[in-house]
Nanobody, 126 residues
Framework: VQLQASGGGLVQAGGSLRLSCKAS????????LGWYRQPPGKERALVAR????????????DYADSVKGRFTISRDNAKNMWYLQMNRLKPEDTAVYYC????????????????WGKGTQVTVSS
């Protein structure tokens, strides 16, 4: 299984970017999906996460306090993709953004395994 993140770039403060992540390989089911970021000189931290939902409950999401109201995570299970829409970007959002996924590869009763993409740079200028 491989994850490929894309959509990073340079943007002015107040602007928007949309990150995408695509999972490929032997995938039975995408479980929880997320985005993390690592600013220069700092540790990697959770930005947003979306679970898989159930038959009676849609997917639920969690966000870091610093991005609530500005970022939105979404998923497209049919395409094995998930997204991070980032609006009203600030210079402090500058970081390498990594996509993360818990993926079941072995069938309906298999356990999930954690996978990481290589990261995409987001730079917000003031």
């Amino acid at each position: 299984v491989q994850l490929q993140a894309s959509g990073g770039g340079l943007v002015q403060a107040g602007g928007s970017l949309r990150l995408s992540c695509k999972a490929s390989g032997s995938i039975f089911r995408l479980n929880a999906l997320g985005w993390y970021r690592q600013p220069p000189g700092k540790e990697r931290a959770l930005v947003a996460r979306i679970d898989s939902g159930t038959m009676i409950r849609p997917s639920s999401t969690d966000y870091a306090d610093s991005v609530k109201g500005r970022f939105t995570i979404s998923r497209d299970n049919a395409k094995n993709m998930w997204y991070l829409q980032m609006n009203r970007l600030k210079p402090e959002d500058t970081a390498v953004y990594y996509c993360n996924a818990d993926i079941t590869t072995s069938g309906p009763y298999g356990y999930g395994t954690d996978y990481w993409g290589k990261g995409t740079q987001v730079t917000v200028s003031s």
